[in-house]
């Protein structure tokens, strides 16, 4: 497959821990995408990071790239019960640049 | 500015039937792509649209289609629907190719084949 695979499929921590959550992906690609959803709603975009970029930071959002492991990481600091949702990569291929693959995701549940 | 719009919300449908969901991009977005998610195979995409053309097709059957009109709203319609076509279908829209910019969500039409 040449989605990017989330890992771990889930994740429970306390409010205040910081949450990381890792993509993995095959091919080369040209951005990486993250997105969160709220249990049975539309996703939200929060960060797309090129693949000439190494990091990028939104709030208590980094983001890291790794192009040689193939892999990114997110990281949430601080976390709220608000930052319960699922999590997911979308990567763009080089070889394929029109079209959006979607891991599974990832569970975050952040206790209150 | 108002967010990306869907309709319906939620549909049951019967096996064998058609059906057509409807989606309304942010203003000024010419890029308009579709989803179905499912619990076994996850977020899939099915077709992205922009200045009504499509520019790309995911592994879908001939069954699902799509069209874009001139103000950039969108259609996709389902034929023949089988059981396995229960999901919930997201429309996202991007100011051009989604592939470069962020897409905004809109939060999907369930839809239900008995």
């Known amino acids: 497959s040449q989605q990017g695979e989330e890992d771990p499929q889930a994740l429970s921590i306390q409010e205040g821990e910081n949450a990381t959550m890792n993509c993995s992906y095959k091919t080369s690609i040209n951005n990486l995408q993250w997105y969160r959803q709220n249990s049975g709603r539309g996703l939200v975009h929060l960060i797309l990071?090129?693949?000439?970029?190494r990091e990028k930071h939104s709030g208590r959002l980094r983001v890291t790239l790794d192009t040689s492991k193939k892999s990114s990481s997110l990281l949430i600091t601080a976390s709220r019960a608000a930052d319960t949702a699922s999590y997911f990569c979308a990567t763009v291929f080089e070889d394929n640049f029109n079209k959006f693959y979607f891991g599974s995701g990832t569970k975050l549940n952040v206790k209150p | 500015k108002a967010g990306v719009t869907q309709t319906p919300r939620y549909l049951i449908k019967t096996r064998g039937q058609q059906v057509t969901l409807s989606c309304s991009p942010i203003?000024?977005?010419?890029?308009v792509s579709w989803y179905q998610q499912t619990p076994g195979q996850g977020l899939q995409f099915l077709f992205e649209y922009f200045s009504e053309t499509q520019r790309n097709k995911g592994n879908f059957p001939g069954r699902f289609s799509g069209r874009q009109f001139s103000n950039s709203r969108s259609e996709m319609n389902v034929s023949t629907l089988e059981l396995g076509d229960s999901a919930l279908y997201l429309c996202a829209s991007s100011l051009r190719l989604a592939s470069s910019y962020e897409q905004y969500f809109g939060p999907g039409t369930r839809l239900t084949v008995t």
């Open positions: 990071i090129r693949s000439n970029e």
């Open positions: 203003s000024g977005h010419r890029s």
